[in-house]
């Protein structure tokens, strides 16, 4: 009998599960809450790492179409403090993909969109419920009242996954309020703008607070204030005037790029599971992503799901009769590499919101001298 397998969440770790399944012969229904690939805004760009996000391109036989839609310059980072002195200043090696690239994330989901049969994803089906079957398996509801039925449920469904709470009752906690903005066509309209960034990221760094920006391959920048999570509600940042309150007595050549942002800002809290989270084994269930291990955002949460999405769908293809066999071991790999990465992405985390940020991120971001080995 084929193994019916549904994957609940089409973001880059649920595509990424379904396309190197497909390569492998094996069918994956991937299941996604939006109507469309240009529902809702897909965000900023991050960086490919060459050991986990560009692996799973790799496997997903898609590592030329990625080197096509990839942006090695973007990689170009500056460290500002809030007077606008230059702190670090890294620049890669011209078109050199052996560090880790910048892409749009739009960009990436839609190369994997694009791999897909047009059969592999449903799109307008939320999941609400999932609930498992005497015989196996589990019975899917969606939004909206339709019904599937699965052997194999993978939760690929984010931060607020539906599928974890049938593992796990890890619960969230607030790392940080992130404050979004945009700026479109910067070259032409904001020239002073576009040569503060460059053609990569830009953070300014204060005392408990990050104002960042990063250059996308649409001509835009995308806008990015990060403040320690506290008591104070979300509708406080709505405002320019707000935001800019918050950076009082910062050269105004960086808080420009505030005053420049297209719309209101859009506030959100940014939250993460405890480190080390873990969960037993149940059959034909598991998670992958920010459903199984939700990070701060400094650098490696896309690129452990997409991991998650290679190792997992390896131990598929090479165990397709025994799919829990097949998943118990991926969770236990996937436990024992995600807990030290889940605990540096905390560190990260904490000390790039504290009052010694800047020095401690120049330290971070400076390669140490090695001592001298003593002669024989």
Not at 95 to 120: M, N, T
Not at 338 to 352: D, G, K, L, T
């Amino acid at each position: 009998m084929l193994m019916r397998l549904a994957i609940a969440g089409g973001g880059l770790g649920g595509l990424a599960l379904a396309r190197i399944l497909h390569r492998h012969g094996i069918e994956a229904v991937v299941y996604e809450r939006e109507a469309s690939r240009s529902a809702r805004s897909q965000g900023g760009s991050l960086d490919l790492h060459p050991e986990s996000g560009q692996r799973a391109m790799a496997d997903a036989g898609l590592t030329g179409r990625f080197r096509c839609e990839a942006r090695p310059e973007g990689e170009e980072h500056r460290i500002l403090d809030p007077a606008g002195r230059t702190l670090v200043h890294h620049k890669p090696q011209p078109g050199s993909f052996s560090g880790r690239p910048e892409i749009d994330r739009a960009a990436l989901r839609d190369l994997l969109l694009d791999s897909l049969p047009g059969d592999a994803l449903a799109w307008q089906h939320r999941l609400v419920a999932a609930t498992p079957r005497p015989d196996g398996g589990f019975g899917l509801t969606f939004d909206g009242g339709h019904r599937a039925d699965c052997d194999v449920l993978v939760g690929a469904d984010g931060a607020r996954s539906v599928v974890r709470s049938l593992l796990t009752n890890a619960t969230l906690s607030p790392v940080a309020t992130l404050v979004e903005l945009s700026i479109n066509d910067v070259d032409r309209r904001h020239p002073d703008l576009a040569d503060l960034v460059g053609p990569g990221n830009l953070w300014c760094v204060g005392v408990n607070q990050i104002l960042a920006a990063q250059r996308l391959s649409d001509g835009s920048i995308r806008v990015g204030v990060s403040l320690p999570a506290d008591d104070r509600p979300l509708h406080a940042y709505r405002s320019k005037h707000a935001l800019l309150s918050v950076f009082d007595g910062w050269d105004p050549s960086l808080t420009a790029l505030i005053e420049a942002g297209d719309r209101p800002p859009n506030p959100r809290r940014i939250e993460a599971m405890p480190a080390g989270t873990r969960w037993a084994h149940r059959p034909g269930i598991t998670l992958i992503g920010d459903a199984a291990h939700l990070m701060p955002p400094v650098g490696e949460g896309a690129n452990q799901a997409m991991l998650d999405a290679a190792e997992l769908a390896a131990q598929l293809a090479a165990n397709p009769a025994d799919p829990d066999s097949a998943i118990q071991t991926y969770e236990e790999a996937m436990f024992t590499r995600v807990h030290p990465i889940a605990e540096m992405s905390a560190r990260v985390q904490a000390m790039m919101l504290s009052p010694t940020a800047a020095d401690d991120i120049v330290r971070f971001f400076t390669p140490q001298p090695t001592e001298p080995t003593p002669a024989d």
